[in-house]
């Protein structure tokens, strides 16, 4: 069983950044594709940013690109979301999720452990 906890969120102005961190326990990640998640008040979760098994390829969504880096350390079994510039509409709650597939040419499709979520609040 993996569990997940995620940390680092909070309040920001507009511009700030903030580093959100997902401590995986229970069973080693280093070579599980990992992916961050975001569901605002009143929207359907939706995909934010994904780091493949071996830790070469990320991808993150359009609206976030230049300004959000996903990471990983194997050492500390953690996975980090880095947002910088942050903007009003990335106000959401946060969960990291893992052990998805990540296929070559491929969107990250999530596994089955979440965590509990993390709230990234922007004020403008």
């Known amino acids: 069983q993996v569990r997940l906890v995620e940390s680092g969120g909070g309040l920001v102005q507009a511009g700030g950044s903030l580093r959100l961190s997902c401590a995986a326990s229970?069973?080693?990640?280093?070579?599980?594709?990992m992916g961050w998640f975001r569901q605002a008040p009143g929207k359907e979760r939706e995909f934010v940013a994904a780091l493949s098994s071996s830790g070469v390829r990320t991808y993150v969504r359009d609206s976030v690109k230049g300004r959000f880096t996903i990471s990983r350390d194997n050492t500390k079994n953690t996975v980090y979301l880095q947002m910088n510039s942050l903007k009003p509409e990335d106000t959401a709650v946060y969960y990291c999720n893992a052990e998805g597939t990540y296929p070559w040419g491929s969107r990250y499709s999530p596994g089955d452990y979440w965590g509990q979520g993390t709230q990234v609040t922007v004020s403008s």
């Open positions: 229970g069973r080693t990640l280093s070579s599980a594709a």
